[in-house]
């Protein structure tokens, strides 16, 4: 029996068919479950006893809290007052906003005269694979339409007109290949993203050295930057403790690193950047002839120590009007040809929210482009 049922079969007599155990020991079971359990009474409503999970996740912190101040949510105040008037058990649903949206399903039971019994059951995993598994197969489908559509048509020419023709279809097998790679990091990078924004609510609890997820990412990268004509700069310190997710921040980097080095002319340089530092300063332009524009911020306080990473690179510069859409699923700046399927920033922006951290984007036409990445340091 799930938390839920059960609480609820404690509340409603009907459904009892053995004898209750005391009420000591019934409070013991209730102050265990891992599902909020409150019980209010009168009108307005009071919050007369809750669990521990309920005093967690409302912050009650004193006795007798009004029900509409600890959770203000008008469907489920007018389910309350309808469990009241008729005496009848009412379920509703609805969502909470914070650092991320959180659905939840209530199950209201009348205990007796205006006292009534509430459970809260999280629904956030079940709503969120719901919504990405939508969102993937659109994402898909819209997605793989064209390089689909292409290899189709090559599929066609090669049956027909280039069948006798060895440089046509050298050619259009060349082309066909690029095409199927295209698909695959489609496929490899909707999956990724899905994986985060599954767990995008769970925050890391692991101490990671930054400074080292970025010599990681510096010497993996080697081949590209040598494919492309491309040096790296790294400027960090020895050691830089931050609270993570080593893969997930491994990925961060790979991303802004492989994103700068798109955008680099041969004999260019990227440069990578990490310091301990406060959001403010994150935050703050590099450069005085920049347009710099934060695209996720952090909940922390202001004297909040983080760990940031600074990724620049020497390419074209992204105009002004482009900078708020970036970590956009798919978005791409037009008259800007690298290769690509356009989630990169959208990962990097998702795994950053995980973290509870910050992103921000430094750009201008011609200037060059700096993006920053920075998560809580570990105390």
Known sequence: MSGLDGAAA????ACVTEPLPDENLARAVLERLPDPVVIVQGAPSEITWSNAAARELLRLVRPNTLLE????????????????????????TFETIGVQPRFWRAAIQPLGPGQV?????DETDAR?????????????SHELRTPLASLSGFVETLRTHARNDPEARARFLSIMDEQAGRM??????????????????????DAVDLAGVVRDVAGAS???LAARGVTIEVDSPEKLMVVGDYDQLVQVAHNLVDNAVKYSPAGASVRVTTRTVTAEAARAPLRADTVSLSLLDPRGGAKDRYGAMWVSDEGPGVPRQHLPRLSERFYRVSGQKAAGTGLGLAIVKHIVNRHRGGLVVESAEGAGTTFCVYVPAAS
Request: aromatic share 2%.
């Open 69 to 92: 101040a600890a959770l203000r949510q008008p469907a489920l105040l007018e389910a309350v007052d309808a469990a009241r008037a008729d005496g009848g058990a009412q379920e509703v």
């Open 222 to 224: 080697a081949p590209i």
């Open 117 to 121: 019994f509430i459970v809260l059951r």
């Open 128 to 140: 969120r694979t719901e919504r990405m598994r939508a969102d993937f197969l659109a994402n898909a």
């Open 184 to 205: 695959r990091r489609l496929v490899d990078d909707l999956l990724s993203l899905s994986r985060i924004e599954m767990n995008e609510h769970v925050r890391p609890r």
């Open 10 to 13: 404690l509340a409603d007599n």
